[in-house]
């Protein structure tokens, strides 16, 4: 086998992803923390430990250019460099929506007042959280059936999204247009985790198989 | 090129006047022939001395594209290349297998006479071999011995061949001076210049950059993306970014070794769109040899 130190980058570069992706997946686990308990130095670790994600980020996209440029990837590992860059957008983005949810900060308890919705908002948590992990696990594995069910798992958070708004809809008092927008932030935010989760896994489904049919799926 | 300035160097009548390919339809606009087959090679084998070189050849030049064949060292892909105008024939003990079609006709047909084929489908070599004479003479050289000898004709000749291999503006002022005293890129070009006098309708070109630099290998993909409007161009490179970069279609050829008599015998491997081969090659020996992985 040639070319061992390309096809040694190619490897790294995987694991480094990976690596980002765990991180991302600590600051899911702080906000799902945050939302538990409301506990504003967790907010405060979450926005901290989103900048070194943010760092990750910019150095694996560099280091994709860098092998663009020197070794002219083809074939499938254009598509892995490819993949790279459009999964690093992803797991950047998750990041940033975890953020979101965290910056509610002491208006947390204003979220917690209405217990019918923030039990929605516990459980979104939960389901986005668990979709993110299962992209997070396609990846490291470079697993297609783990990557074709995220691809097809369509709209998970949905029905739930849905219910949240009909609930907010039906509270009453001087808070509750506060708790509703926040609520509705989060809920929205839980909700665009899962989607960006089930993209990771068509970006790998397309990188695992180079079928036109599934860069189209990727990019609908 | 009008009729009047290229007559047809045709000694006498070959069976290969019998092909639609006639001087007064010389160059049909593409768009009229987009996709019309040039050759069909179909179960092509080359032995030498009755030992198989290469075999499994299936493939089809279309019109007006440049077909690239790829392959690691010895694979046969040169070998194949020079079957399209039996170039082979010169070789003692040479011998071709299964069909290779030009426009229908049988190629390797008793009939078919090879210095008509050299004409239609000419050649370019790895490394630039002018002949020791002027620049004109190198250019001239094939059309005169085609029977042109006037003087205001031939001088059309050679301005539109050197114009066509984009190195008139280079030449004019020293049109007889030698070819020798050129720089290896424009040598090349000076011979692609003497390949396209005899107006032929392929051209083969045998690893046609492999001894220049990148400047004068830009100028030569630059040059062969601006015929193969008028030609039909087969190219056996080295350079797997040169076949990504100029090549419509691209054939990928391996060896096979017998593990019992040790021999070596190239195939084909995989023949199809050069954007598909490298991006998503069917076989996983195409997806390692792009790649860089082969072996």
């Known amino acids: 086998m040639v070319r061992a130190g390309f096809n040694a980058e190619l490897e790294q570069l995987r694991l480094q992803v990976e690596v980002m992706a765990v991180r991302v997946d600590q600051n899911l686990e702080r906000m799902k923390d945050f939302l538990a308990a409301g506990d504003l130095e967790v907010a405060a670790v979450t926005v901290a430990a989103d900048d070194d994600i943010d760092a990750m980020n910019l150095s694996l996209t560099e280091r994709c250019y860098d092998l663009l440029a020197r070794e002219s990837p083809v074939a499938s590992d254009l598509r892995f460099v490819m993949s790279v860059l459009r999964v690093l957008g992803e797991l950047e983005r998750v990041g940033d929506l975890a953020l979101r949810v965290v910056k ?30 299962e992209a997070l696990r396609a990846w490291s594995s470079q697993d297609l059936d783990l990557a074709d069910h995220l691809a097809r798992s369509g709209p998970v958070l949905d029905v739930a999204n849905a219910q949240l708004v009909r609930e907010l809809l039906l509270l009453e008092g001087p808070s509750a247009v ?29 990188l695992l198989t180079g079928d036109p049919d599934h860069l189209a799926a990727e990019i609908r | 090129m009008t009729e009047e300035e290229t007559p047809v160097p045709q000694p006498a009548p070959t069976p290969l006047s019998d092909l639609a390919h006639e001087t007064a339809e010389e160059h049909p606009p593409p768009a009229a022939s987009a996709g019309a087959t040039v050759f069909d090679v179909d179960d092509l084998s080359v032995l030498y001395s009755g030992f198989r070189a290469v075999k499994d050849v299936d493939i089809s030049i279309t019109k007006h594209e440049i077909t690239a064949f790829i392959g690691p060292s010895g694979c046969g892909k040169t070998t194949v290349l020079r079957c399209f105008n039996r170039m082979n024939d010169l070789i003692e003990g040479a011998a071709v297998e299964g069909s290779l079609k030009y426009h229908g006709v049988d190629l390797y047909g008793k009939d078919v006479n090879p210095v008509e084929v050299r004409r239609r489908i000419g050649m370019v070599f790895q490394k630039p071999n002018p002949f020791p004479k002027s620049i004109f003479e190198n250019v001239a050289y094939g059309p005169k011995l085609a029977g042109i000898k006037k003087k205001s004709e031939l001088d059309g000749i050679v301005e539109q061949a050197l114009r066509g291999a984009a190195i008139w503006d280079e ?13 290896g890129g424009q040598q090349q070009r000076l011979c692609i210049a003497r390949a396209l006098a005899v107006n ?8 046609p950059c492999s001894a220049l630099d990148p400047i004068a290998t ?52 995989e023949f199809d769109a050069t954007e598909k081969m490298f991006s998503n090659p069917s076989d996983e020996r195409t997806e390692n040899y792009v790649t860089g992985r082969f072996g």
């Not at chain 1, 708790?179 to 970006?203: Q, W």
């Not at chain 2, 032929?200 to 690893?207: G, H, N, Q």
């Not at chain 2, 279609?249 to 060896?255: I, N």
Request: with cysteine; hydrophobic share 40%; aromatic share 6%.
């Open chain 1, 178 to 206: 506060a708790t509703a927008l926040h609520s509705l932030v989060i809920g929205k935010s839980l909700d665009r985790i899962a989607d960006h989760s089930a993209i990771i896994g068509s970006r790998l489904r397309y």
């Open chain 2, 171 to 183: 030449v004019k002022d020293r049109l007889h001076k030698s070819g020798l005293g050129l720089s």
């Open chain 1, 104 to 133: 509610v900060g002491e208006d947390w308890s204003l979220v917690r007042a209405s217990a019918s919705t923030y039990d929605i908002l516990v459980s979104m948590a939960e389901t986005s959280v668990e979709q993110f992990r």
């Open chain 2, 200 to 207: 032929p309708e392929v051209i083969l070109m045998d690893e």
């Open chain 2, 218 to 269: 830009g100028r030569i993909e630059d040059l062969m993306e601006e015929i193969k409007q008028d030609y039909t161009i087969i190219i056996v490179t080295h350079n797997m970014q040169q076949a990504a970069r100029v090549s419509d279609r691209c054939a990928f050829f391996t060896t096979e070794v017998n593990p019992d008599s040790d021999q070596r015998t190239g195939t084909l491997v």
